[in-house]
């Protein structure tokens, strides 16, 4: 099968456009060229990072790792350049606004507490918006921006598999101890050197709701919807993060709910509820497993660090501290008891932002998150563009409160969101043009 070119007619390519079927794997890579490589080679810059006392980073220092960073930012970038003359951005104010804050935070390198931290994560913010500037043109621009999506989950779904083989087959460095939840029942958790066992936790819920909102559509079989289901459920368990779990959860119901299933679903959500009220208590002594009340109710200390962030904000709050070293910055004028000195950030993305830009910088970023949202909501007419944005949108709000999510470095739930932007942007002109030809 050969990727549709410009000038093909779009319906032929939804009707035979299927998420994880072989066609489709050619297809994303075929269908986003050289582009696919420079989208590929940004979400691994962002995953190139050493955990290092606040003080380290603060210094500047170079690392191999920053070095392979700075390579891997590079290969995107020379991508782009022979493209930059012919750049076209989405008609979708949310795409624009993150692109503002993109550019913001390139800016605050001049006032940044670590000028070569600064200026290397918000380059890949702005090599990652350009990407998707550069696959969204032209008549053929919607094929690119679905193949651009399936490459990016293929990506996510590579990582998390081959992590959790590793973890099962008890390689050394793909396992790490956890506390509480399913982890009491495992002994330890999925991980791998460059990425967190609550990332590949992430990665697999926003996997789940992906192959089964693909399912809802009607463009996924049962039989191949059931296997996807039950990978990524084993990928997600391995990594031992609840937070994930929760999100699959809420993620699959939200979904349901769309699907008019609302007579099949209420009797249903009404027992579950029936019984988790019952059994409050033991379901929380599992989750709690191991971990003390003061860890546990304090969602694992993100309580005391988002409050330190906003004291540490409130000694800053219009500018910040730089883009990317915000939570580092905040380490150095807090006290922290009873917090590692290794520790990388506050685990909240809007702090993070705030911490790292101010509020001139949380303006634009607050409107792009927010409009991730509003994007959902008006997709559900669509079912395509639906089970697409719908895993996106619960996931990246989920992450970006309980981690950093789109408030952190350049990572693949970043340009998910940019091409979810583009994506609509895109159907929502092809409606008006189609309404205004008629």
């Known amino acids: 099968m050969h990727f549709p070119q410009a000038g093909n007619d779009i319906d032929a390519v939804r009707s035979r456009f299927r998420p994880f ?35 380290e980073v603060l210094m500047s220092a170079a690392t191999n790792s920053t070095i392979l960073r700075l390579l891997a930012l590079l290969v995107a970038a020379s991508i782009l350049a022979p493209r930059i003359t012919r750049i076209s951005i989405p008609r979708s104010p949310y795409f624009k606004a993150f692109g503002l804050f993109a550019i913001i935070c390139l800016a605050s390198t001049f006032w940044s507490s670590s000028a070569l931290a600064t200026i290397g994560k918000a380059s890949e913010l702005l090599v990652g918006w350009l990407i998707v500037c550069f696959l969204s043109r032209g008549t053929d621009g919607r094929a690119r921006l679905i193949a651009a999506l399936h490459l990016v989950f293929y990506y996510m779904a590579a990582q998390v598999v081959v992590v959790t083989l590793l973890y099962v087959l008890g390689v ?104 988790l009220s019952a059994n409050f208590h033991a379901v929380l002594e599992f989750l709690q497993g191991d971990v003390s009340d003061s860890v546990f109710f304090t969602l694992s200390g993100r309580t005391v660090l988002w409050q330190a962030a906003i004291d540490a904000w409130l000694l800053n709050p219009v500018i910040g501290y730089g883009y990317g070293v915000g939570s580092r910055t905040a380490f150095t004028l807090v006290d922290l008891h009873g917090f590692a000195a290794d520790i990388s ?43 697409y944005t719908g895993g996106i949108c619960i996931v990246v709000f989920a992450t970006t409160v309980m981690s950093l999510g789109a408030g952190g470095a350049m990572s693949e739930l970043v340009l998910l969101m940019l091409i979810a932007f583009a994506l609509h942007a895109k159907v929502k002109n092809t409606n008006h043009d189609s309404e205004r030809r008629m």
């Not at 967190?196 to 079989?221: C, D, E, P, Q």
């Not at 994930?244 to 007579?263: C, E, F, P, T």
């Not at 001139?360 to 089970?387: C, M, Y």
Request: with cysteine; net charge positive.
């Open 172 to 275: 050394p460095g793909f396992s790490e101890r956890g506390a509480g939840g399913i982890t009491d029942l495992l002994g330890s958790r999925s991980v791998a050197p460059f990425i967190s066992a609550n990332s590949l936790g992430y990665y697999s819920a926003a996997l789940i709701l992906l192959v089964f909102g693909t399912f809802l559509s009607s463009r996924l079989r049962l039989r191949t919807a059931f296997f996807l289901l039950c990978v990524f459920s084993i990928t997600l368990v391995s990594s031992g993060s609840r937070t994930s779990l929760v999100m699959a959860v809420l993620g699959i119901l939200i979904l349901w709910l769309n699907g008019k299933r609302m007579a099949i679903l209420a009797p249903f959500a009404f027992l579950l509820l029936l019984v």
């Open 345 to 387: 950030s506050v685990h909240n993305g809007f702090l993070e932002v705030l911490l790292g830009v101010g509020v001139v910088g949380f303006v634009p970023w607050v409107i792009s998150v927010l409009g991730l949202i509003a994007v959902f909501l008006k997709s559900r007419r669509d079912p395509e563009i639906f089970s």
């Open 21 to 55: 079927s072989p066609s489709a794997w050619r297809a994303a890579f075929l269908g986003t060229g050289m582009l696919g490589v420079a989208l590929i080679a940004v979400a691994t810059s962002g995953k190139l990072f050493e955990t290092r006392e606040s003080s």
